[in-house]
Structure formats: C-alpha cells, structure tokens
C-alpha cells in the first residue's frame, strides 16, 4: 500500500512540475504575452512583467557593459563570435558578463564545498583559484567550441553548395542569382551555408562590391576549402574568366581532395584500432579461453599438489 502511494505521489509532483516548467520556463516570452494579453498594439503602452531567466539575461548584460574593454580584444572577440554564428550586437556584453559572473560564483561554490573537507589548506586554496580561472576561461572556450562545430557544419555542406552552384551557373543564372537561389535551396540541408550566403546576397544588395563581399564571406567563416571558393570566384570575376568553367574546375579539384581524405582516414584506421584491440577485445579474449583452464587449475591441480 505504501508503494502505491509512493509511485501516486511521484506521478504527481512529476507531473505537476512538468506543466510549471513548460508553461514558465521553456517560453517565457509567449507565456508572459498570454498572460498579460499584450499585443503588437499594446506592446508599446503596456510593459509585461519581468521574468526570472530574462531578469538574469539583462543582469548579466548589465554586468558586461560596466567592463572595460581594450579595441584590440574586441574585434578578436567579434571575429570569434561571427564564426560562431552569433550576430546578436549586445552578444559581447553577455560575453564578458558571464566570464565575470561565472568568474565570481565558482570559487564560492567551491569554498563552500570545502569548507567542511580535511584537505590541506593549500589544496583548497589551489581548488577555489582553478574555480575561479575555469569560470573566467570556460565561456571563450565554449565559444571556440561552437565555432569549430559551425565550421565543422559549413565544411561538411560546402560540397553540395558548390554542385548547385555550378548548376546554377551553367543554366544561365548570374553569380549573384546562383548564390541567391543555392542559398534557397539548401535552407533545411545547411543552414550554416544557407545563412552565410544569405548575407553575401545582402551586402550585394546594400551596394558593396562583389570581391569585398566574397571576403568578408572567408573572413567570417574562416575555412579553408570556402576560402579557396572565394579565391576562385574573385579570379575569374577580375580577369574575365568563365565562371561556369571556373566552378567546374574547382568542384572536381574539391571532389578529388575530398576522396583523398577519405582514403587517408581509411589508411590510418588500422593503426587506431591497435590501442583498442589491445586494452578492450583481447583481455575478454583471455578471459573467454584462458579463464577456463585457470579454474580447472585451481580446482583440481593445486589440490593435488597439495596432498602430495
């Protein structure tokens, strides 16, 4: 009887917190626009209240933008932060709010769980001071992480948007329109690809030149293979060049590197496997045909040397 209280009882807080959750945290813009009945009309006249997550959000703001910050340091940032695929303009404010905030609250999380420990008192030092460099350190490298992760994505779509784009091309599309229409297609394959040259087709739109947009398209992105794409696509744009030919040329030079790679990968496999054979399938090996024998030993050759 009390385990079937017990599981009813679960059920219901589980339930219960469920429902909070969803209602309040996971979109607390729409459930605060629901509750207070704001709309695009009232938006302006009305000021919906504050939620928690969105209180934090605008703390931690607060607390980037009191930082000083070298120019230097800035555009390194802003440069990491664009090939992240963050472009929200308030983002290195949130940035260097976190390293501090994160910066301030490890090391007392830390001193309060050693606070009770019989460890020495250097140690506990040395564990509040890594505390309080990995909080300051961790969000840059999150950052790098989703960096490499988006250029990972753009690296990996980047051959299927130089097929259509060459496709594009050779139907009669200008470069221009090309971009634009591969940028169309690939919107659910590759975003990251999609994204990227959506904002070329802008720039090209707000008047900049064409090779000035294609750099900026390498500069943001920082991989290697877009930027010998770019490199390629302001040659022929500058000497004259076909285009179509160009892109052709380009897409079987990327198709070749891309299977010797793959062929690379393949060669270097066995050598990989050896650290794995070794440590995880051959001690089960042993196990399986030697562990029989051991205990047969046991059992009945170590008594019988033993009564002799």
């Known amino acids: 009887m009390s385990f079937l209280v017990a599981c009813v009882l679960f059920i219901g807080v589980a339930v219960a917190v469920s429902m909070v959750g969803m209602r309040v945290w996971v979109r607390p813009k729409e459930a605060i626009d ?32 009191f930082l000083p910050a070298s120019p230097k340091d800035v555009g390194v940032v802003q440069r990491r932060m664009l090939r ?17 905030s994160l910066a ?37 490298e999150y950052l790098k992480i989703l960096a490499r ?15 259509l784009l060459v496709v ?11 971009i634009l229409q591969v940028a169309k297609e690939l919107e659910h394959a590759h975003k990251e690809i999609t994204e990227e040259f959506t904002m070329v087709n802008l720039e090209l739109k707000a008047g900049k030149r064409r090779a000035d947009a294609l750099r900026n398209l390498a500069e943001r992105t920082s991989v290697d293979d877009l930027r010998k794409l770019v490199a390629v696509l302001i040659q022929a744009d500058r000497f004259g060049t076909g285009v179509a030919q160009s892109l052709r040329a380009h897409a079987d030079y990327m198709r070749v590197q891309a299977r010797q790679i793959a062929e690379e990968k393949a060669a270097k496999l066995g050598v ?9 399938i ?27």
């Open 34 to 65: 629901r509750v207070t009945g704001a709309t695009a009309a009232t938006a302006a006249s009305e000021v919906a209240p504050a939620h928690p997550s969105l209180v934090f959000h605008e703390l931690v703001q607060r607390i980037g933008s």
């Open 84 to 100: 992240a695929g963050v472009r929200n303009p308030n983002a290195i404010k949130l940035l260097y709010g976190a390293k501090t």
């Open 104 to 140: 301030a609250l490890l090391p007392l999380i830390m001193l309060a769980a050693v606070a009770n420990s019989d460890a020495d008192p250097g140690r506990k030092f040395m564990a509040i001071v890594a505390a309080g460099v990995l909080g300051f350190f961790a969000p840059n």
């Open 149 to 163: 992760r988006r250029q990972k994505q753009i690296r990996r779509g980047l051959a299927n948007a130089l097929d």
């Open 168 to 178: 594009c091309v050779e139907s009669g599309l200008g470069l221009d329109q090309a």
């Open 272 to 280: 990989k496997l050896v650290f794995p054979i070794f440590f995880c």
């Open 282 to 308: 051959l001690p089960s090996l042993f196990v399986v045909t030697v562990g029989p024998i051991v205990v047969r030993i046991m059992r009945e050759l170590l008594p019988m040397m033993n009564n002799m």
